[in-house]
């Protein structure tokens, strides 16, 4: 028997047409219908509020305006098609009817899932930036290990090098290296005494009760997964109904400050390491530079902010999807059950 999925609203009276049409088919093509009322849901009302009526039976939908005939042709083909497919035995229609007759929990947790994706997403974001503030806090109050813990596992995902980094509970939120320029704070070197140049050194300070305590996450990273956290909550507070940035807004102010920033102090610290007139001649292209607070973290800022705006309307296209989907599952297998089948 075909199942018909039949999306309305109250006070249609195309609707009302339909649904008598669908009865007058009913003996020349057996089939559940299952209503749908898109009134008061955002999803349904998005995908089908400008073609109500609307029905679906298998892969076939039809949009408003249809008459009777239509339907026949609709009802039709599926039919058909149903008689085929049972006919060769194929593996993935019978697998496919099997699922349509129960919901798994598999199907409970999509659901919730893809409603509530973004409550998730933005508590691990809160947790994952979070984290490294909470370790110079634990250190400070005498509980190394666990900083300890926090730290280590941080440093995997980060250089976490000192004078890139913010400090809590010091005289300064930060110690630049001189090379940054930064007038009116002191450096990394002249308050902790090591060098500055040295890589390993400054990664491993973690701080004393002068200088504060280090987050466990470089300014930069702070600042991604901050402009992350933020979009993520503005995002979800105006519904998810923000549409993805253009590729090239993201190229343009997300990707290329930061690459620029990032790189050039990356490639100006290599080429200083080498000498000869190539070097010299890219070396004036490319000079030795060491990027401020400030501009690393508005880079980041930037880079965050439009990765997520970017990124999570494509995620909420495919989970305003799932939802469809699962509404209508749902639906199906609960008249289902309500009619005793």
């Not at 009777?68 to 098609?81: F, K, N």
């Not at 099997?98 to 691990?124: C, E, H, T």
């Not at 060491?290 to 705006?309: K, Q």
Request: hydrophobic share 45%; proline share 6%.
């Amino acid at each position: 028997m075909l199942k018909v999925t039949f999306y309305t609203r109250a006070n249609c009276h195309l609707c009302e047409q339909a649904k008598t049409d669908l009865e007058s088919l009913q003996d020349r093509f057996p089939h559940t219908l299952t209503e749908i009322d898109i009134a008061g849901d955002v999803d349904l009302e998005a995908a089908y509020g400008l073609d109500i009526p609307v029905v679906e039976v298998g892969p076939y939908r039809l949009k408003a305006p249809f008459d009777r005939r239509d339907l026949a042709m609709t009802l039709g083909a599926a039919s058909d098609r149903a008689t085929h497919l049972q006919a060769v035995e194929d593996p993935r229609y019978a697998r496919g009817v099997q699922r349509g007759k129960r919901i798994s929990p598999v199907d409970r947790f999509a659901r919730w899932f893809a409603r509530r994706y973004m409550l998730v997403f933005n508590l691990f974001v809160l947790l994952y930036v979070g984290l490294p503030f909470a370790a110079p806090v634990m250190l400070r109050a005498g509980m190394e290990k666990p900083a300890s813990l926090i730290y280590t596992f941080y440093g995997g995902l980060c250089h976490q090098l000192s004078y890139r980094s913010f400090f809590l509970f010091g005289e300064q939120p930060v110690y630049p290296r001189a090379a940054a320029g930064l007038e009116g704070y002191a450096t990394f070197q002249q308050v902790t005494g090591l060098d500055e140049n040295a890589i390993l050194p400054a990664r491993a300070f973690r701080g004393n009760d002068v200088v504060g305590y280090k987050v466990a996450l470089c300014q930069r990273d702070v600042a991604i997964y901050g402009a992350i956290l933020l979009f993520g909550v503005l995002f979800a507070a105006t519904g998810r109904k923000w549409k993805p940035l253009p590729f090239w807004a993201w190229l343009l102010v997300g990707i290329i400050p930061i690459g620029w920033d990032g790189g050039s102090q990356l490639v100006g610290a290599i080429v200083a390491s080498f000498h000869g007139p190539f070097w010299d001649f890219v070396g004036r292209i490319f000079p030795p530079r060491e990027s401020v607070p400030a501009l690393r973290v508005l880079t980041g800022f930037l880079f965050g902010f439009t990765t997520a705006w970017f990124g999570y309307p494509l995620v909420e296209e495919t989970m305003r999807d799932t939802r469809l989907l699962l509404t209508k599952k749902f639906a199906q297998v609960e008249g289902a059950q309500a009619d005793g089948g």
